[in-house]
């Protein structure tokens, strides 16, 4: 029966039949290369979603107020990139990036809210 090695270094393995790293380095290694893709597409993905609350929250000190969409757009807000949307009962769509939202009144002008019983 040959010897197994480790997945990441190819050493030789010592110790339990299931193992399948030498070290913690190795495995941390083997699964960081396994998920690079997946994580820079998760991290850019997340980079956007905070500069959009960062712009969100910047433009919106009092809680609610009203911005003109060329402004959220020379800021850089991204408007395909939002967590979560909430109709009112009335049928109002409000998108939000985490706790600030927004929601459209014409072609270009956005309310902008905070929602703070956010997290049930």
Not at 9 to 38: E, P, V
Not at 64 to 72: A, C, D, E
């Amino acid at each position: 029966m040959a010897a197994k090695q480790c997945q990441e270094c190819k050493r030789k393995l010592m110790g339990r039949a299931d193992k399948k790293f030498c070290s913690d380095q190795c495995r941390t290694t083997h699964n960081n290369r396994l998920n690079s893709d997946r994580n820079k597409l998760m991290r850019n993905i997340n980079n956007l979603l905070r500069r959009n609350r960062r712009i969100l929250e910047s433009l919106n000190p009092k809680g609610k107020t009203k911005v003109s969409k060329t402004r959220l757009l020379e800021e850089g807000f991204k408007f395909n990139y939002f967590t979560n949307e909430w109709t009112t009962g009335k049928g109002k769509l409000y998108r939000y990036v985490y706790d600030y939202g927004y929601t459209k009144i014409n072609d270009n002008t956005y309310f902008l809210v905070v929602r703070e019983d956010y997290v049930d």
